[in-house]
């Protein structure tokens, strides 16, 4: 199990990196205001899922996502993508807890 988790952990260091690179880009900055909204929604859902996002920003994401459509489309697209790497990098996982969850 130990093992598991350094190589889940490696592959997260991984994306993080990948990241970084991107971000750090000079000549990477969203065009128009839209993309920027994206950029933020991104990084909130982002520290959600990794369970690092402070209360208050969490009460503010869920205010945004009860007031603005594209928002919560963004999001539910954004989550679709979540569980499709899930599965994809762990499918032994997904058919775990879809077997758990068809037994109750």
């Known amino acids: 199990m130990h093992d598991e988790i350094n190589d889940i952990q490696s592959e997260v260091d991984g994306l993080n990196r990948l990241l ?10 969203p065009a128009d ?34 007031v603005d459509v594209d928002a919560r489309r963004y999001y539910v697209e954004f989550m679709h993508l979540e569980a499709l790497l899930h599965m994809h990098y762990h499918p032994e996982r997904f058919k775990l807890s879809c077997l758990n969850g068809s037994s109750k």
């Open 20 to 29: 970084g690179e991107s971000l750090s880009a000079a000549s990477w900055t």
């Open 33 to 66: 205001p839209k993309s920027r909204l994206r950029q933020r929604l991104g990084i909130l859902i982002l520290k959600m899922l990794d369970g690092v996002l402070e209360r208050r920003y969490m009460l503010r994401l869920e205010k945004w996502l009860l």
